[in-house]
């Protein structure tokens, strides 16, 4: 079975810093996209940082320049180091990869989330 596990998350004041990890483990061929994503109470979850393969980011504009994602291939594992966090940065977080796995798919995978609450 393919899963994602991340962790990381915790309670912090405002100003301070946090660093989600997200492993892949089970059988796959590659890992291609990979990315967080947030859920606030009462609100859709929203793309925070996603990295290609390539090593290409995106951010969305609330996080640019407090948030960066990186990835080790080597160990399947995907980055969030989260910076200058704010009280609107609490969310519950969730990894993404898209994965080939053996029998020719290709499929989005979701882990369960981590909390990070940001206290003012």
């Known amino acids: 079975q393919v899963q994602l596990a991340e962790s990381g998350g915790g309670l912090v004041q405002a100003g301070g810093s946090l660093r989600l990890s997200c492993v892949v483990s089970?059988?796959?061929?590659?890992?291609?996209?990979m990315g967080w994503y947030r859920q606030a109470p009462g609100k859709q979850r929203e793309m925070v940082a996603i990295?290609?393969?390539?090593?290409?980011?995106n951010y969305t504009d609330s996080v640019k320049a407090r948030f960066t994602i990186s990835r080790d291939n080597t160990k399947n594992t995907v980055f969030l180091q989260m910076n200058s966090l704010k009280p609107e940065d609490t969310a519950v977080y969730y990894c993404?990869?898209?994965?080939?796995?053996?029998?020719?798919?290709?499929?989005?995978?979701w882990g369960r989330g981590t909390q990070v609450t940001v206290s003012s």
């Open positions: 990295i290609t393969s390539g090593g290409s980011t």
């Open positions: 089970g059988r796959i061929v590659s890992i291609g996209a």
């Open positions: 993404n990869a898209l994965l080939l796995v053996p029998s020719g798919l290709r499929t989005s995978y």
